[in-house]
């Protein structure tokens, strides 16, 4: 069976939704027969690889929330984080363009380490002090770290033709998936799950699409998802 995932770095329900998938797969008793392959999807296409902004500045401009908003969000999606056990940085992080990790990613898939370089770049957006915007050598070094030789990612990054075909790509396929934030799930491509649900819901999809044939329908998980969309992410207000 095959799960895949479109998300963004930038987008927090997806750091969450993750840890809540993979808890999902870790109980299923298939799991051994589960391919998790990553989508692509940006909340912001089109940003300048320069413009570079503070997530609390990005927030209030983009969204017209008052500073104070923002604030209470991030905490609110910080406590979540956290109840996932994931570390989380409510303050001083900041926003921009992630086409060049997106086309990174297509290049470690190909070498067989994809999941290991989204948890890299997950990670040192929303947990690390350092700026994953700000530098390509970051990115070098996130992306040695996932075991991806350093010179051919530098090439990667110099080129920005390279896997930009296999990004847009994506964002086509989610487009006419109905796809219109992010994480997005598809089991099998027989089911589709919505926002960063909580495990349970996860694993209710995963023992549904195992073994049936049946075209695409969104699983209801009972609430609202958790998202991130082009109208900005959802926050818990309790």
């Known amino acids: 069976m095959r799960v895949e995932i479109w998300s963004d770095i930038a ?20 799991r051994d027969e589960v391919e998790v392959v990553h989508r ?11 413009d570079i902004q503070p997530v609390i500045t990005m927030l209030t401009r983009k969204y017209g929330m008052s500073a104070a908003q923002a604030e209470a969000g991030e905490d609110n999606l ?16 900041d926003h921009g363009s992630t086409f060049d990790m997106h086309r990174l990613l297509h290049f ?57 075909d296999e990004v847009r790509a994506d964002e086509r396929e989610a487009a006419q998936l109905g796809a219109n934030g992010v994480p997005f799930f598809v089991l099998d491509r027989k089911y589709g799950v919505s ?26 998980g009972g609430d609202e998802a958790d998202a991130c969309g082009p109208d900005g992410c959802a926050v818990p207000q309790h």
Do not use: M
């Open 195 to 220: 926002g960063a649900q909580p495990a349970e819901v996860f694993a209710r999809a995963l023992t549904q699409a195992y073994g049936e044939p049946a075209p695409l329908r969104i699983v209801d």
């Open 11 to 30: 987008c927090p329900w997806c750091y969450v939704g993750k840890a809540r998938f993979d808890k999902a797969l870790r109980d299923f008793p298939h």
């Open 108 to 164: 470690a898939k190909a070498q067989g380490r994809q999941e290991r370089l989204l948890d890299l770049l997950y990670r040192a957006n929303f947990a690390e002090e350092r700026s994953v915007f700000d530098d390509d050598e970051r990115l070098v070094e996130l992306a040695s770290a996932a075991g991806l030789d350093t010179e051919a990612v530098r090439a990667v990054l110099a080129d920005p033709g390279a896997y930009a």
């Open 78 to 93: 910080g406590a979540q984080a956290a109840a996932e056990g994931l570390d989380y940085r409510t303050r001083g992080r």
């Open 40 to 50: 692509s999807f940006e909340l912001d296409p089109g940003r300048a690889k320069d």
